[in-house]
T-cell receptor
Framework: GAVVSQHPSWVICKSGTSVKIECRSL??????MFWYRQFPKQSLMLMAT?????????EQGVEKDKFLINHASLTLSTLTVTSAHPEDSSFYIC????????????FGSGTQLSVL | GNSVTQMEGPVTLSEEAFLTINCTYT??????LFWYVQYPGEGLQLLLK?????DKGSNKGFEATYRKETTSFHLEKGSVQVSDSAVYFC??????????FGAGTTVTVRA
């Protein structure tokens, strides 16, 4: 089946630094990419939706200046956590929507971010 | 708003045991319901889905029935295998492919 490659799988960074997470759709074009995060023992929560070539749409309560999303091509979307703080420590996962493959969603394997 | 509540884990079973993971939801409108599975080191994969009341989704021996009267979508499998060890997520969607997930249930099957 279709694959979304998400990197890195885990990252530890110091408070105040920025971290970039990449999601690549390897064998399909993702017209839309969804970004989710999950805090321990809580649900995966939608953060934002991005369409190729346009600005991302953020869910209520998600700071767009802190979580920068770039979807410059149909096969690559990135999430940059800027000036990370310990409360940003979470599991982040992306999901690409393929129109060609019958409007199906394909998920990355997730990134565990720990901010010290 | 939409929300999904699923049984907390972890769940540990022996091979060939019966598995059930409870899932209930709150939604406006008529959502579609899903179960996703995440095997170690892999992305979430769609396991099964149901798009309307009384629909039964099934795949790989797993089943779940969309129960509107109880707002539930419980996952069941009659005889689990070690290869079923994974994290299972219940989810719903009522618009634009945006999913609302439960917290996930970790299932470990022992040989």
């Amino acid at each position: 089946g279709a694959v979304v490659s998400q990197h890195p799988s885990w990252v530890i960074c110091k408070s105040g630094t920025s971290v970039k997470i990449e999601c690549r759709s390897l064998d399909f074009q993702a017209t839309t990419m969804f970004w989710y995060r999950q805090f321990p023992k809580q649900s995966l929560m939608l953060m934002a939706t991005s369409n190729e070539g346009s600005k991302a749409t953020y869910e209520q309560g998600v700071e767009k200046d802190k979580f920068l999303i770039n979807h410059a091509s149909l096969t690559l979307s990135t999430l940059t956590v800027t000036s990370a703080h310990p409360e940003d420590s979470s599991f982040y996962i992306c999901s690409g929507l393929s129109g060609r493959l019958g409007e199906k969603l394909f998920f990355g394997s997730g990134t565990q971010l720990s901010v010290l | 708003g939409n929300s999904v509540t699923q049984m907390e884990g972890p769940v540990t079973l022996s091979e060939e045991a019966f598995l059930t993971i409870n899932c209930t939801y709150t939604a406006t409108g008529y959502p579609s319901l899903f179960w996703y599975v995440q095997y170690p080191g892999e992305g979430l994969q769609l396991l099964l889905k149901a798009t309307k009341a009384d629909d039964k989704g099934s795949n790989k021996g797993f089943e779940a029935t969309y129960r509107k009267e109880t707002t539930s979508f419980h996952l069941e499998k009659g005889s689990v295998q070690v290869s079923d060890s994974a994290v299972y997520f219940c989810a719903l969607s009522d618009r634009d492919y945006k999913l609302s997930f439960g917290a996930g249930t970790t299932v470990t099957v022992r040989a």
